[in-house]
């Protein structure tokens, strides 16, 4: 381990065992890899007297990196995309009047280098894999994760297997193949992707950055938190909003949320709401129960991205809306493709789908009384809509009007009187 590695242990989310690190690099041994996922813990003395405010202003990094003593690597990747996180917080005066709530922000995660919050994870999963000299790193996705890792892994100059359900949306296919990853076209749904992924890595030791059964790569995820906090001058929002598939970015936030909070840098905590689709709700199910872990569903979704069947961070994720007083609301997919319209129209954020639902949470989260007037919000857009063209097409009233090229017909067409 680098010697200004700051991870002291990690535990198990289930069992509560302790683990040194590098004594396993993925999930717990014996709970396995639904059940095992594992928290990673910090030297937090040490980081308390290194990252203070007055630090964290002098930096002149402006990527996640910024963030390095509560990320588990040694040093900032040199090969790697300078540009990854520090994506922008936008107030929205206008909408945040129409719920009503006090303020509301949005960050937009669509900003990243390959348009999705994905890059926080994968960015932190390369680093450990050149770290740890690895030559092939493998992902199973929905998309997002993939072209993210394939990315990072095409600067770090390694080999990346991607696994992708056969439906994947064209650009992220596209992303895929320029990145140079070799991609595996699953006939079959993201579950089963996984499950391929998880079984080649275990037969050759390539490096793993499949979401949950990977803890480090949640560490990545929660930088969006500690962004959040020193956008807002360290006073975090009363309620951060996301939308939910496997859990992962959920969790990841409350960590770095925790995280800031253990060592002393903000004074209270938000309430974490997931957002999922109704055709892809295993979490907001599992939270209605009051259980500590999700059932399976058959997942169908618009948002392909959050349409997931098997929560694989399910433990963590109703861990987080459990602790923060917070929980989980569904949208249709009707109210995901309204969401992208009024992003697009009131924001000027294009989100794909999966981006779209934590905003299309909102509303139903002021109806149920869970937002209130004087509540400060910030909602995390997590993708770009150019990764999903055919979903923005779907999401649009109106079509392009075929014309002649001849001035007569274009004032015509726009009923404007002729000059
Ligand atoms: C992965 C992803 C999500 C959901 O994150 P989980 O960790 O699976 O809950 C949401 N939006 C986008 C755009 C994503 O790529
Ligand atoms: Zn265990």
Redesign the pocket.
């Known amino acids: 381990m680098p010697p200004n590695d700051f991870v002291s242990h990690l535990t198990c989310d289930t069992c509560g065992a302790t683990y040194q690190p590098g004594e396993t690099e993925l999930t717990c041994p014996t709970c396995g890899p639904l059940q095992g996922t594992l928290t990673v813990h910090y030297r937090y003395p040490e980081v308390q007297r290194l990252l203070t405010r007055e630090k964290l202003a002098g930096r002149k990094d402006d990527s996640h990196w910024r963030y390095l003593e509560l990320l588990p690597v040694g040093e900032r990747p040199a090969s790697l995309h300078p540009r990854v996180g520090m994506t922008p917080l936008y107030p929205l005066p206008r909408l945040a009047r129409r719920f009503p709530v006090r303020e509301l922000f949005l960050k937009d995660d669509g900003l990243n280098p390959s348009a999705?919050?994905?890059d926080r994870a994968s960015s932190v999963g390369v680093a450990r894999a050149i770290e740890q000299k690895r030559t092939v790193i493998t992902a199973a996705s929905t998309g997002?994760?993939a072209s993210s890792v394939s990315l990072f892994a095409a600067c770090a100059g390694m080999r990346c297997v991607i696994f992708v359900p056969e439906s994947a949306p064209q650009a992220k296919i596209a992303q895929l193949l320029m990145f140079g990853a070799e991609v595996m076209a699953v006939r079959g749904n993201y579950d089963q992707a996984f499950e391929l992924c998880l079984e080649v890595a275990r037969r050759t030791g390539w490096y793993c950055r499949n979401?949950a059964v990977n803890p480090y790569l949640g560490e990545g995820k929660k930088t969006a938190a500690l962004e959040l906090c020193e956008q807002l001058a360290f006073s975090p929002p009363d309620a951060v909003v996301v939308?939910?598939?496997?859990?992962?970015?959920?969790s990841g936030l409350w960590k770095g949320f925790c995280d800031f909070h253990h060592i002393g840098l903000i004074p209270r905590l938000p309430r974490m709401y997931g957002v999922q689709a109704e055709g892809s709700a295993a979490l907001a199910r599992a939270f209605e129960r009051g259980a500590r872990s999700a059932d399976p569903v058959e997942a169908k979704t618009i948002a392909d991205?959050?349409s997931?069947g098997q929560p694989r961070?399910h433990i963590k994720a109703l861990r987080a809306a459990r602790e923060s007083g917070g929980g989980f609301v569904t949208v249709s997919d009707g109210d995901i493709l309204g969401a992208m319209r009024t992003l697009a129209r009131e924001a000027g954020v294009f989100a794909?789908p999966?981006?779209a639902a934590a905003f299309a949470g909102l509303a139903p989260l002021k109806e149920s009384g869970r937002l209130s007037p004087s509540d400060r919000v910030a909602v995390v857009v997590?993708?770009n809509g150019l990764k999903d063209v055919a979903s923005a097409i779907r999401a649009v009233e109106r079509k392009p009007v075929p014309i002649e090229p001849d001035i007569g017909a274009v004032l015509e067409a726009l009923k404007v009187e002729g000059a």
């Open positions: 999705s919050f994905k997002n994760a979401t939308s939910v598939g496997d859990g992962c970015i959920i991205s959050i997931v961070d794909e999966a981006g997590t993708g």
